[in-house]
C-alpha cells in the first residue's frame, strides 16, 4: 500500500507564491514519475507538471515559465513551487506518483489533494 501526503496549499493573493510537497511511502520498488494534477470546481483534472526517474520535467501550458516542479529521489518527495499566482490556478491539486512494484507491476496513486486559492 503506497501513501501520498501533500501540504503546502492555502489561500494567497494574486502575484503571490506558493510552495506543495507530496511525500510518498509504502510499497514503492521503483518511481517512474511524480507530479501534480488539478481539478477546478466544474472541470477535469488536469496535469500541471510531472518529474520523471531521469530529471526531465513536463509542464502545461498555462503554468510554464512561473511553476517548477522538482523532486527529492532519496525522499520519495516531489515539490511544486508556484510563483506569479493568479486566480485561474485556483483548484484542488493532487499528487501523482506512477510506480512499480518488484514484480514490474505499474502502479497509479493519488494523494488525498490540497486546496490552492488564489484571490484577485
Known amino acids: 500500500q503506497v501513501q501520498l501526503v501533500e501540504s503546502g496549499g492555502g489561500l494567497v493573493q494574486a502575484g503571490g507564491s506558493l510552495r506543495l510537497s507530496c511525500a510518498a511511502s509504502g510499497k514503492i520498488f521503483s518511481i517512474n514519475t511524480m507530479g501534480w494534477y488539478r481539478q477546478a470546481p466544474g472541470k477535469q483534472r488536469d496535469l500541471v507538471a510531472d518529474?520523471?526517474?531521469?530529471?526531465?520535467?513536463n509542464y502545461a501550458e498555462p503554468v510554464q515559465g512561473r511553476f517548477t516542479i522538482s523532486r527529492d529521489s532519496a525522499k520519495k518527495t516531489v515539490y511544486l513551487q508556484m510563483n506569479s499566482l493568479n486566480p485561474e490556478d485556483t483548484a484542488v491539486y493532487y499528487c501523482?506518483?506512477?510506480?512499480?512494484?518488484?514484480?514490474?507491476?505499474?502502479?497509479?496513486?493519488w494523494g488525498q489533494g490540497t486546496q490552492v486559492t488564489v484571490s484577485s
Open positions: 501523482n506518483l506512477d510506480h512499480k512494484n518488484d514484480y514490474g507491476r505499474s502502479f497509479r496513486d
Open positions: 518529474i520523471a526517474s531521469d530529471g526531465s520535467t
